[in-house]
């Protein structure tokens, strides 16, 4: 497999014994869509700490444009061009949706800027692509904490996206929302992949099939198996430990 963006390389990562992940190897290419489903205790969120500085594994390395993340502090990995979205929305409820999507894209993060429209004219141009992307145009000026549940998905994805990374972690982006805004944002992060890598780890299983990507499934802290989303839903291994279940998944 050719060197990608991001690169897990035999990672292993041990809780006071409990492997959480073993031996972990993924290869992710820039501009690609990838989503990653496992059962309960699969290790994903430990996968996205990982990756993003929050955890440090006991073996193996993390490269994301072919420099080792490891030892680095989760902001300058941030910095770097690394994203993450949590399954809860964490946006400002008091401020707008436009000053939220402000503070996102403005350089250097000063929030006293907004008060005096500090915002030069390619950041406000910037501001009002990325409303129209998440549909949010109508509501500029409503309170974020206004928001339905799914907007406020879509506004923070609209804010990891002003801060122009080039790698999306994406966790649990449809919890709670209805379908018409789970087929929206399968729509959005599709459409968000070429310009950005994106990672999404989720369980409802349409909405995976719906992003059409390749599937990654995890396993007891490792890669179970690999391919289209037909693929893995027949695959006895994933029907056995998950696929084949009903228990939720809280990681």
């Known amino acids: 497999m050719t060197s990608g963006l991001l690169e897990l390389c035999g990672i292993t990562v041990s809780f006071d014994g409990f492997l959480a992940l073993r031996d972990l190897n993924l290869n992710l290419q820039p501009g690609e869509l990838r989503a990653v489903i496992g059962p309960n205790g699969a290790g994903k969120t430990t996968f996205l700490d990982v990756i993003t500085g929050k955890v440090a594994p006991s073996e193996g390395d993390v490269l994301f444009k072919g420099r080792s993340l490891l030892g680095r502090p989760e902001h300058r990995i941030a910095r770097l061009g690394i994203g993450r979205k949590f399954?809860?929305?964490?946006?400002?409820?008091?401020?707008?949706?436009?000053?939220n999507l402000a503070l996102a894209v403005s350089?250097?993060?000063?929030?006293?800027?907004?008060l005096i429209g500090g915002l030069r004219s390619s950041q406000r141009d910037r501001v009002q692509h990325l409303m129209s992307?998440?549909?949010?145009?109508?509501r500029a000026d409503w309170l974020a904490g206004a928001l339905s549940h799914g907007q406020k998905q879509w506004l923070e994805i609209a804010m990891?996206?002003?801060q122009d990374p080039d790698l999306l972690l994406v966790d649990e982006p449809v919890a709670?929302?209805?379908d018409e805004e789970t087929d929206l944002t399968a729509d959005l992060l599709k459409s968000l992949a070429g310009d950005?890598?994106?990672?999404?780890?989720?369980?409802?299983?349409?909405?995976?099939?719906?992003?059409?990507?390749p599937v990654t499934v995890l396993h007891q802290g490792h890669v179970l198996c690999e391919g289209t989303m037909d693929q893995v839903q027949v695959d006895p291994r994933v029907i056995e430990v998950y696929l084949g279940t009903?228990?939720?998944d809280s990681k």
Request: charged share 30%; no cysteine.
């Open 196 to 213: 950005h890598t994106v990672l999404v780890i989720e369980h409802d299983m349409e909405f995976i099939r719906r992003l059409d990507s």
């Open 160 to 162: 990891l996206v002003g």
């Open 176 to 178: 709670g929302l209805t």
């Open 133 to 138: 992307i998440v549909n949010l145009q109508k």
């Open 107 to 114: 350089r250097p993060k000063q929030p006293w800027t907004l």
């Open 246 to 248: 009903t228990e939720d």
């Open 87 to 99: 399954q809860s929305p964490r946006v400002f409820e008091q401020l707008t949706v436009r000053e």
